[in-house]
């Protein structure tokens, strides 16, 4: 018999598509594919009056959480707020009812008398509040559908959702707009997600962005570049699909110390999204914190050719640079140019 994959191996083959959310699918016992539920993510974006970008991420595995990435480019570029220091970090309450999810507490706070900010995320139908004491105060409403995106693999399958939610509040003292992503993963129990084949080796890039425009049209997604065939373009409006394809291409334009400057992401159509580094968008500290060459940065992604006017656009975009080189992708010009 001549060789074949072993059973099971099926190059991470993707599919993506929209859905209806609704509380139920957010418990963690939802198990969609079988999968159950490994981690959760808030993060997002937000402008102030001054025009400086205010970006946050908090990540829960089961009931803890490790604290608050509250970062802000005030200073010309982006660097770790001394308030996130106060987040609750450790174990928090989990209460889930038909009506509202609640998350709330600091039960390490309580036991040791840390000097922590509270946190109180709470997350009905629709809708979501989200409270880190008097570091970020937001309120916001969910962008209709959401996205998920699923990856086939005998030893590591995965399975992902994400929805969009268009926020106002205070963050730091200062009135924001802009926006939070409710995110999912799923894969079998064990591992955490940076010790996951797909974080480690297969992903070159992977970008959450999302755009509102001057009539008050949102345009959102989850977009990627990766090896065999983790490639995808899932976008999305109010009102559903925009783009969701996979099988797609890509493009890299790096600066000399490995941040992408810019990174196109091309539909099977040819339509283009184009992620744009923010002046000051590394994630330096963010990035410091993982391994493997990972580079994590802010900016926006606009369709190529894009002429609605934009009132606010936010993107967390992830590359590895060095797999960029080892499978030889050219520039984002290149790319656009069909080449």
């Not at 970006?55 to 010309?76: D, H, Q, Y």
């Not at 109180?120 to 809708?127: E, K, P």
Request: glycine fraction near 14%; include cysteine.
């Amino acid at each position: 018999m001549g060789s074949a994959p072993k059973i099971g191996d099926l190059n991470f083959a993707t599919s993506v598509g929209c859905y209806q959310p609704d509380l139920a699918m957010h418990r963690p016992t939802s198990k969609p594919l079988g999968l159950t539920e490994q981690s959760m993510y808030l993060y997002g974006g937000w402008r102030d009056e001054s025009g400086a970008l205010h970006i946050v991420e908090r990540k829960f595995c089961g009931p803890m959480t490790a604290g608050l990435w509250m970062m802000t480019n005030r200073s010309g570029k982006v660097v770790l707020a001394p308030e996130s220091l106060q987040t609750v970090r450790g174990e928090v309450k989990r209460e889930y009812s038909e009506r509202e999810h609640h998350l709330h507490g600091s039960l390490l706070g309580k036991a040791g008398g840390a000097p922590e900010e509270g946190l109180d995320y709470r997350l009905t139908h629709g809708a979501m509040s989200w409270r880190e004491g008097s570091i970020l105060q937001l309120d916001g409403r969910l962008v209709g559908p959401g996205i998920q995106i699923a990856s086939l693999d005998g030893d590591e399958p995965f399975f992902y959702t994400s929805e969009l939610y268009r926020m106002r509040g205070t963050v730091l003292g200062e009135s924001v707009e802009g926006f939070v992503f409710l995110d999912h993963g799923y894969w079998p129990h064990g591992r955490d997600w940076k010790e996951w084949k797909i974080f480690n080796g297969t992903q070159l890039s992977w970008s959450a962005f999302a755009t509102e425009f001057a009539d008050g049209s949102v345009e959102w997604g989850q977009v990627a570049i990766g090896r065999q065939m983790f490639n995808f373009v899932a976008v999305a409006d109010a009102d559903g699909p925009v783009a969701m394809d996979v099988g797609t291409t890509g493009g890299v334009d790096p600066d000399p110390e490995d941040w992408a400057q810019r990174i196109g992401f091309q539909a099977n159509d040819g339509r283009t999204w184009v992620f744009e580094l923010e002046p000051g968008g590394q994630m330096s500290q963010f990035s410091a914190a993982r391994w493997g060459g990972y580079r994590a940065q802010a900016g926006k992604i606009l369709r190529h050719r894009e002429t609605r006017d934009v009132r606010v656009a936010f993107s967390w975009g992830e590359s590895f640079m060095e797999r960029f080189r080892d499978e030889g992708v050219g520039s984002v010009d290149a790319l656009l140019a069909g080449r």
